[in-house]
């Protein structure tokens, strides 16, 4: 198979989006065109194009005086975000079950062993990094590109919170319903993974919530 190498806008937008999805960026810190372009080695344009369609995504915040910065989740954030997931991710994890792969359920366990792996060996970066491809590529095998794209969008906004959550608990400590959605998945029983994925993501809302709590109590 011939490499088709990505165009570099491209790559720009996607090397900042994981530094956002996986906590390399921490809620509040500022963004500057300068510092990205150089932490990158990349031109002034594409990360300007790539700051723009973030910002557009909901993964950056631009005040009016143009200062970019990653954005800090609120309480009425969390309560949006919290129903937009328990609404969206479970449905489509159900929606996954008749038409998931057996190629795709491999990648499912590969990301799950590998998450595990993290875990026990407390990298959070290796964490945060094969939760998301755990969630994303049982998502994409439900075939609802709506759906998808907007729940994509969320964990954009909340990615540089779970960094927070697993600064405060540690690894062992954050929650994993997935060994249970995988069960339910072999047996066909698109209950068992809608239930499974609904108890994941109202675990991983209230650690987000406590975390925020603790940050913002008064010492």
């Known amino acids: 198979m011939e490499y ?19 906590g390399d960026m921490a809620p509040g810190q500022a963004v500057t065109i300068q510092g990205l372009a150089d ?21 950056l ?14 309480h009425n954030c969390i309560e949006e975000l919290e129903f937009m997931r328990k609404t969206l991710e479970p449905e489509l994890a159900r929606r996954a079950v ?17 998450l595990n ?14 939760n998301y491809h ?5 998502y994409q095998a439900a075939e609802a590109p709506i759906m998808t794209a907007t729940v994509d969008r969320l964990w954009l906004r909340f ?14 400590n954050l929650p994993d319903k ?18 499974a994925m609904a108890e994941d993501v109202h675990q991983g809302m209230i650690q987000i919530r406590e975390a925020l709590h603790a940050t913002t109590e008064p010492n």
């Open 159 to 172: 990615g540089p919170s779970l960094r927070v959550v697993c600064g405060r608990h540690g690894t062992m």
């Open 134 to 138: 755990f969630h994303a590529t049982l």
């Open 178 to 195: 997935h060994a249970d959605l995988l069960a339910a998945l072999d047996r066909n029983d698109a209950t068992g993974v809608h239930d």
């Open 98 to 114: 008749s038409k998931i792969r057996d190629a795709a359920k491999e990648v499912l366990r590969a990301h799950d062993n590998a």
């Open 61 to 74: 915040n631009m005040t009016e005086n143009r200062r970019v910065s990653v954005p800090v989740i609120t």
């Open 39 to 59: 932490t990158l080695k990349a031109g002034m344009t594409p990360v300007r194009e790539a700051i723009r369609r973030l910002t557009s995504d909901g993964a």
């Open 4 to 22: 088709v190498k990505r165009p570099v806008h491209q790559s720009v937008y996607e090397d900042i989006r994981d530094q956002i999805l996986f």
């Open 117 to 130: 792996s993290a875990i026990s060996q407390g990298d959070i970066k290796g964490y945060l990094t094969h």
